[in-house]
T-cell receptor, first 116, second 113 residues
């Protein structure tokens, strides 16, 4: 079974530029998550999709971040405009169902974003 | 109240020794406590998890100890090996809503020969 795919793996941009990340979850996984992992911290959930609907986006800075999951499969996360504090690894994860206690979340390798 | 506090930040253990990482929480609604292992350049991977109805769970060399009254849980790695060198995150999720995971700050474990 192929894992969660993410691209690009690395991105360097200047502040106020825009950037987009792509995620392809494991085939058949209905739930998709985007996390932000700042250096030295644990992952923080940004947004959670169930199929193509948003379940939780309470920690997504909506003035600059947006995400979509068209057709309930691939997802993109966009930042516009980027700030220095957005430098982090952006992790995508997926699971078969929305049930952390009974279903494993599988994480992709992440995209490391550096904002200069 | 949503935080999970993890210690130590970094840990160096000799090969064959026992590695111990501790976590504490305040939110009594948390009822599932997984541990994740993350190697450099990789995403976290589920290692082992426990529910509060048991005080200990063991899988191979990995054991979670859980103290519900103290709201603390810990990961023990027995006979630590160089391949165990990674960053470990504890996490917790509540028994309602979208079961959002709250992660600890991570422990960088290094096993030396």
């Amino acid at each position: 079974e192929a894992g969660v795919a993410q691209s690009p793996r690395y991105k360097i941009i200047e502040k106020r530029q825009s950037v987009a990340f792509w995620c392809n979850p494991i085939s058949g996984h209905a739930t998709l998550y985007w996390y932000q992992q700042i250096l030295g911290q644990g992952p923080k959930l940004l947004i959670q999709f169930q199929n193509n609907g948003v379940v939780d986006d309470s920690q997504l800075p909506k003035d600059r971040f947006s995400a979509e999951r068209l057709k309930g499969v691939d997802s993109t996360l966009k930042i516009q405009p980027a700030k220095l504090e957005d430098s982090a690894v952006y992790l995508c994860a997926s699971s078969r169902i929305l049930a952390v206690r009974t279903d494993t979340q599988y994480f992709g390798p992440g995209t490391r974003l550096t904002v200069l | 109240q949503q935080q999970v506090k993890q210690s130590p930040q970094s840990l160096i253990v000799q090969k064959g020794g026992i590695s111990i990482i501790n976590c504490a929480y305040e939110n009594t609604a948390f009822d599932y406590f997984p541990w994740y292992q993350q190697f450099p350049g990789k995403g976290p991977a589920l290692l082992i998890a426990i529910r509060p109805d048991v005080s200990e769970k063991k899988e191979g060399r990995f054991t979670i100890s859980f103290n519900k009254s103290a709201k603390q849980f810990s990961l023990h790695i027995m006979d630590s090996q160089p391949g165990d060198s990674a960053t470990y995150f504890c996490a917790a999720t509540p028994n309602f809503g979208n079961e959002k995971l709250t992660f600890g700050t991570g422990t960088r474990l290094t096993i030396i020969p």
